[in-house]
């Protein structure tokens, strides 16, 4: 008998009297329901009764079919209600994902006893290939990791593992799949690469828009991801896979591949340059073509993602500074329009903070954990302020990454800008002759770290970089600043920062 299975409004659902295989291939025989949260709580139940099918090859094989079919209709209908999710992540959206997962886990568990079967009957042919069973086992597998990502949750242990061997036995059985009813052309191996890439590109630095808008690349630009042999290579896009660690992909120039192990490599190279193509042919607006890519690539933070991948698959970055362990609270604050005020009336009293505790820090950043406070819209991507307890100060970063395991914790990674800033306003010349003044940040320079000023800017602040613009700076006395852009150092769906240069000085 299968255990009841929870909706996400708590409505529990049991299994139907004398649930079997007749019971299983009548539902299969109607309709999905409208309400997927609904479908999804079904689609459990009724693989309860494809488990205890095992012994009976065949008619496991064909239900297991028909199930799958239906669960990947199922699951992209609930992705949506999981972009967006304000961390750390609620109950109802954690539900739907662990729902999910359970799902997915489940049906490549009795993915593996189908595949099993395929590859060892003679006699008779297999209601589906094992080819494209595997294809299957590592689609879900991938749907797993996104699903993880979007919410900002680690991998599962034991995940990277498998999908690797699913990888592997594929591979030992030669040729290619592709599985046109998802209206994907991927064979094995770009599902697979683009699978691993998603995964090395760092994506607890995406925002959950951000991931989708990766995926998308992915499944648009996989069969540009290059096998390769590494026996004599090396360059700065190349990775490399060992089947045995349960890790995706390592760049060659932050780790050297084991001398022992039997790896499997590949080179980003024609991808990056797949991508600065793209990218110059967006900053230029010179599309002759329809494009490729979706129009998220056509906004700042598309952009700004774009150049991110460029660095994160062709010049992977080694750490610059060791980590030192801490443990010592901060007050936050967060979001430009907050930290605004904060540094033009020099208090809390008119925002909102919250209290975290510094995890680790180095020269140029820091690890936060939530302690207590609302959190608000804080994002990847974010400007923040942080003080200590006895710091006169507050210091300004950017928010580096974002992990929510789940409704309790949430931790941050900061990347340091400037150990002190200015609440100013920059005046945007307007089309109709007008003045617009926009409030932003002057950041000064940071010896080591950062030779240059910096402005933080709304996001799409920026239509002309060529132009020159007008800088307010009040502190004693009325400062005006006559300033262009040199140099778009952050570009995403919260803020531009910048670096500029002075045109001229005006009293």
């Known amino acids: 008998m299968t255990e009841p299975c929870a909706t996400q409004d708590n409505h529990t659902i049991s299994a139907p009297e004398g649930a079997d295989k007749d019971a299983l291939r009548a539902w299969l025989d109607t309709p999905p329901s409208a309400n997927a949260a609904y479908e999804l709580s079904l689609l459990q139940i009724h693989l309860g009764t494809i488990q205890s099918l095992r012994e009976k090859a065949a008619e496991h094989a064909a239900l297991l079919d028909r199930l799958y079919s239906r669960a990947i209709l199922v699951i992209p209908r609930l992705i949506p209600g999981l972009i967006g999710v304000p961390l750390p992540i609620h109950r109802k959206p954690l539900q739907t994902v662990r729902s999910i997962h359970k799902l997915l886990d489940d049906i490549v568990e009795e993915l593996s006893i189908s595949i099993d079967h395929a590859t060892r009957q003679t006699e008779t042919r297999p209601p589906v290939p094992a080819r494209q069973l595997l294809w299957r086992q590592i689609f879900a597998l991938s749907q797993h990791l996104f699903i993880s990502y979007l919410t900002a949750s680690p991998a599962k242990r034991g995940i990277w593992l498998r999908l690797h061997h699913s990888f592997s036995r594929a591979h030992n059985l030669g040729g290619e799949v592709s599985c046109p009813t998802q209206g994907r052309e991927q064979n094995l191996q770009s599902l697979y690469l683009s699978t691993i890439l998603l995964g090395c590109a760092q994506p607890a630095t995406f925002n959950s828009y951000e991931i989708d808008f990766v995926a998308a690349c992915l499944r648009s630009f996989s069969y540009d991801i290059e096998s390769i042999n590494l026996i004599g290579l090396k360059t700065e896009a190349t990775f490399w896979i060992d089947p045995e660690r349960d890790e995706p992909a390592v ?42 890519l979706p129009a998220f690539a056509e906004t700042p933070a598309g952009l700004g993602v774009l150049r991110r991948l460029i660095k994160y698959w062709g010049h992977p970055a080694k750490r610059r500074f060791p980590r030192r362990n801490q443990s010592y609270r901060v007050t936050l604050c967060s979001g430009l329009e907050t930290l605004w005020h904060l540094f033009r009336d020099g208090s809390t009293k008119s925002v909102e903070t919250s209290n975290w505790m510094v995890v680790n820090e180095s020269p140029d950043g820091y690890a936060l954990m939530h302690v207590s406070g609302t959190t608000g819209t804080l994002s990847v991507g974010d400007i923040v302020a942080i003080k200590t307890d006895s710091g006169e100060s507050w210091q300004t970063s950017i928010v580096r990454w974002a992990i929510s ?77 006559e300033i262009r852009s040199v140099h778009i150092n952050e570009q995403n769906s919260r803020i531009e920062v910048f670096s500029f240069r002075p045109e001229t000085l005006q009293v």
């Open 405 to 481: 395991e789940n409704q309790e914790h949430f931790e941050i990674g900061l990347q340091l800008l400037a150990t002190h800033a200015m609440a100013a306003q920059l005046i945007l010349p307007r089309k109709n002759g007008q003045m617009k003044p926009s409030p932003v940040l002057l950041l000064p320079q940071v010896p080591v770290l950062r030779p240059d000023e910096f402005l933080v800017v709304p996001s799409g602040t920026l239509e002309n970089q060529d132009e020159t613009f007008v800088l307010l700076v009040e502190k004693e006395n009325l400062s005006i600043r």
């Open 251 to 292: 760049a060659c120039s932050r780790k050297p591949p084991p001398t022992k192990s039997m790896v499997f490599s590949f080179s980003c190279n024609k991808l990056v340059s797949l991508i600065k193509f793209k990218l110059s042919t967006l900053e230029s607006g010179k599309l002759t073509q329809k494009p490729t």
